[in-house]
């Protein structure tokens, strides 16, 4: 049992297969029983946010509000991990920059907040090279490359 809830106050309505990325992001990560949400905003509600509970007063692209500790997981109970905002502008101000489809940059933004939720982070180099790649191979694995 996974339930996501997608919550667009954005209004951008392409992201049928979100439900897919985050499917494929738990099993690969063998975390079963998870209930979250996905937020997508504008720049001014993410720059609060990131304002407001990181002391970063400006604009990012995917904030993770994690709910559980990681550190006391009982695998046969039901996980709620979380709640994660992406900003649809920078998402697509990314997807151009990086010359890639908007698909990959949300499916990227998606698994990269889920991977946060589920204790993954990347403030040290030896984490950072961790987390990226599997972020990486999670896209690889649903075939979103472009």
């Known amino acids: 049992m996974d339930f996501v809830s997608i919550n667009d106050e954005y209004g951008y309505s392409n992201y049928d297969y979100l439900n897919e990325v985050v499917k494929t992001t738990l099993e690969h ?6 209930i979250l949400s996905i937020i997508f905003v504008d720049e001014k509600e993410i720059q609060t946010l990131n304002k407001e509970y990181r002391g970063i007063d400006r604009v990012t692209d995917v904030i993770s509000f994690a709910f559980e500790d990681t550190e006391n997981i009982l695998p046969e109970k039901v996980r709620v991990l ?3 905002y992406i900003c649809i502008p920078k998402m697509i101000e990314q997807a151009r920059t990086y010359e890639h489809s908007e698909k990959r ?15 993954y982070d990347h403030m040290k180099k030896e984490d950072e ?4 790649p599997l972020q ?11």
């Open 129 to 132: 090279e961790i987390m990226f």
């Open 29 to 34: 990560e063998n975390a079963i029983n998870a």
């Open 82 to 84: 979380g709640d994660i």
């Open 105 to 119: 940059e949300l499916s990227f933004l998606t698994v990269h907040g889920l991977l946060h939720l589920l204790g």
């Open 136 to 146: 990486e191979e999670i896209l690889s694995c649903i075939g979103i490359l472009k």
